[in-house]
Every structure is written in C-alpha cells, then in structure tokens.
C-alpha cells in the first residue's frame, strides 16, 4: 500500500528532487502513485493498453510540473490527482474514445472488452463498473446525469451546462454533490 | 465566492474536473482565504483524491514501472539539448542556468507583466505577412536579450524553433466590428500533438464570463468549443485539439452562454486552397 501520509515536507523534496532530474527520485513517485494512477487510467482508457501509455505520459507530466508543486496548495496525493485526471481527459477527449454519457446503459457498452486482458481480469473489471454504476443510479436525476457526463464521460462542466441548458453553477453544484455523495456511501459499504 | 462554493470548488478541482479559468478562480480564491479555511479545503482536496473505492481492482503490469522510468528518461533526454542552448545564452549573460522542460501551461513567470507585453509583440509580429524574414530577425534580437531563453522557458524549446521554421502554419483571425483591436491565430506544426491558440487586446471579460473558442455551424452557432478562457489583459495560450483544425473548421471566439456575440473569426479558406 502506498504511504501518502509524509509530510508536506517530503512531498517537497521528493518533487524538488524530480525537478532535479534525479531518477531514484521518480521511481519514488511511481511506488507511491503508480498504481492509483493506473487504476484512474484503467477506469477511464478504452482499453490496459491505452491505459498503460496514458499512465507513462501522465508520469511525464508530473516530472514536467514537478518545479510547480505546492505543498502549502495541495497535498502531493491531490497534485498527482490532478495532473492526472486532467491528461486522462485530454487524452479521452482527443481520442474521440469518450464514453457515450446520454445514458448510463451507453456508458456500459463503451465499457467493451479489451483484447488484451483476461476473462478474469474482464468480469471483474464489469463487475467493478456496474457496481459504480448501481451507486451512480441511486444519485438524483441532474446529479447522475452530471457525473456519468463529467466524471466518466469527460465532458466539461460548460458543454454540461450548455447541453441540459443549466446555469454553470446548478452543474458544479450538482457534480461536487453527488462526488462527495459516491464517496460517502463508499465509505460506509467498507465500513460494513 | 462563498465558503460553500469554494468547499464545491475544491472537490472538483482535486478530481481535476474545473477547466482552467475555473481553477485559476479556484486557486485565486484559496489563496486569498484564512488560514483554517486553507487547511478545511486542503483536507476535503485530500479525501476526495483519495478516490480508491471508486476505482477498479486492479494491478498495473511489473514492467509499466520500466516504461515509466524511461519514458521520463527520454522526454528528459530530448529536451536536453534545447536546454543545453538556453543554458549557454544565458550563461553568456552573466547570470545562472535554470531547468528548462517543455511546458504547455502558463507559469507564474510568464504571467509578470513585461514578459507577457514583450511575447505578445513577439507573438503578433508573427502574424503579420512579413514571416520569414522577421522570424529570423526576429531570433536573432531574441538572442541578443535573452527573450528566447525566457519564451523557451515559459512554452518550451520546440515552440521557439516554431517561430521560425517553415512547417509551422500560421491562421490569422479576423477581428469583427465588436472588438475591432483584438487579435488571435492558431499556430500548427507537424510534429506538435496539438494546435496553439493564441489570443490578445480582446475586451477584458467581466467577473465569471468568459470567451469560447468554438467550431461552429452553417448557421454560426457553436457546435463544438474547443477551449474557453477569460482575458485580463495577458496573452492568450491555450493547446486546442489538432485534429479539429486538420478539417477545416469555421472557426470563432465568442462570447460565453449568455452572448453568442462573434469576437473574431478565422477566414474560409480562398478556393483551391
């Protein structure tokens, strides 16, 4: 399990280190976040391989960006987070590989198998979606219709906003909502 | 911004779900905010980013580590030499070397004043019809003061090469009746993965507008925004999709949701083109 817990401190070093092209210093930061951002690749990419190549151009990123790390901003953990979720995104959207986010039974389809990985590897992968998606479906209607478009589908707030014909705001709103609404009962299904 | 819109703010933002004015808002704000309010947002930030349960289960394959190592060794690699070149202008003067590395955002050096002036006028020289010959004499002033360090600092060596070499293609917009000063292009290159935008004199947007860069329709009614961006004053930088730009698009910056004003519009192709 990754340790996140360092200090602010640390985080700085380690990325100050980055910034100074030290190499231990990314093989650092690969065993702390490797598998968080290539779990977050896997969920988003089409497909393992797709994901493997976002996750080395996400590290590439980190080490692009690393002289810009704050940690009186943000912790590391959130830093990497970002950097990441944002070039998944991008990737995403110049891919055209979006999910269809008018439904979430489009969602499931785009979910297709990939060559490359297991009958095993492929059920669990389903099965770990459809769970997310059975959580999704018990938000609110402008909440489940947000996070299907932004958080899986990749969609800017402002495209939502357009498109639904709701003021920018209803939408952050709604979105940051229904977020911390997923992660909460998450947390309580582990609680169990 | 209310401490609740910023608490919303936060959560999106760690999962990096706001578009760039929108964090710069974000960041602006946090900032500005008291201490215990920093340290409340930070920890919301931290939990959210801690998203694990709702990801997959799954591992990244034993030989991702290597890809990763070295894709970080190469892109370091080839940046070297373009940084070697910035460190020896700067070197001749007089004063130290820092990293240099490719960079696609906007940093807080570029945002100081004198630089953001001084590569708009390197920038929009470009846009005139002169080309060639004012990039190379271009380049050679840049050399002399050192500028060419900072914009390869700032955008990365490949865009510096970019103002002079010939692949680059250059789209000039046109600016209409409604901001008749404003001036903005969309440079492409071959080897580059996305289109730069460039935009500025625009009028400056009002708190929570902004400008959208959009593909738009027969009709002239947006179809597709590529990037949307507020304007204070500062050069404009935003990559946009390449891919869009190889089809030709009619393509505008206008005004946000609650005015489809045209700003500017980039010219049809002539015919035969």
Not at chain 1, 107 to 117: H, K, M
Not at chain 1, 131 to 160: H, N, W
Not at chain 2, 65 to 93: F, G, K, M, Q
Not at chain 2, 212 to 240: C, H, M, W, Y
Request: proline fraction near 5%; avoid cysteine; charge should be negative.
């Amino acid at each position: 399990m990754p340790n996140r817990t360092q200090s602010g401190d640390d985080d700085l070093a380690l990325m100050q280190r980055i910034a100074g092209d030290e190499d231990a210093a990314v093989a650092e930061l690969y065993d702390r976040f490797g598998s968080l951002v290539f779990r977050m690749a896997y969920q988003t990419m089409p497909t393992r391989a797709e994901a493997e190549d976002a996750v080395q151009e996400v590290f590439v990123r980190l080490w692009q960006t690393a002289d810009r790390y704050d940690p009186k901003r943000a912790a590391l953990v959130t830093w990497v987070m970002l950097i990441s979720r944002r070039h998944l995104v991008d990737r995403l959207r110049r891919s055209r590989a979006r999910v269809k986010a008018s439904g979430l039974e489009e969602a499931q389809v785009s979910q297709g198998p990939d060559a490359t990985e297991g009958v095993d590897s492929r059920m669990d992968r389903q099965e770990r979606f459809e769970a997310l998606l059975d959580r999704i479906s018990t938000l609110p209607e402008l909440q489940r219709t947000v996070v299907t478009r932004a958080y899986l589908g990749g969609q800017t707030l402002r495209q939502i906003g357009e498109e639904l014909d709701t003021p920018l705001g209803t939408i952050k709103s709604a979105l940051s909502r229904a977020l911390v609404r997923l992660r909460e009962r998450s947390e309580e299904e582990l609680a169990r | 911004m209310t401490s609740q819109e910023l608490v919303e703010l936060a959560v999106l933002d760690a999962l990096g779900l706001l578009d760039d004015a929108d964090a710069e808002a974000f960041d602006t704000a946090f900032r500005a905010a008291a201490p215990h309010v920093q340290a409340h947002l930070r920890r919301e930030q931290t939990r959210m980013a801690n998203i694990e349960h709702l990801l997959p289960v799954t591992e990244a394959p034993a030989a991702l580590r290597a890809r990763v190592l070295a894709a970080v060794r190469a892109a370091r690699d080839s940046a070297e030499p373009d940084r070697e070149v910035a460190r020896r202008l700067v070197h001749t003067a007089g004063r130290e070397g820092a990293p240099r590395r490719r960079s696609a955002r906007v940093t807080a050096v570029w945002r100081t004043l004198a630089l953001g002036a001084a590569a708009a006028a390197v920038v929009f020289g470009g846009l005139t019809v002169q080309m060639r010959a004012d990039y190379l004499r271009l380049e050679k002033q840049l050399r002399g003061d050192a500028l060419l360090d900072k914009l390869a600092a700032e955008f990365g060596p490949d865009f510096v090469d970019a103002l002079v070499d010939r692949d680059t293609q250059r789209l000039t917009m046109v600016a209409t009746e409604r901001a008749p000063a404003a001036r903005a292009a969309v440079w492409t290159h071959p080897e580059w993965t996305g289109a730069r935008f460039f935009a500025v004199n625009l009028p400056h947007t009002e708190p929570g507008k902004t400008y959208r860069l959009a593909v738009l329709d027969d009709k002239g009614e947006p179809v597709q925004v590529l990037t949307t961006f507020s304007f204070s004053g500062r050069l404009i930088n935003e990559e946009i999709p390449i891919d869009v730009m190889v089809s030709s698009p009619r393509l505008a910056v206008v005004g946000d949701d609650a005015g489809k004003e045209l700003i500017l519009e980039l010219p049809a192709p002539a015919p035969g083109a």
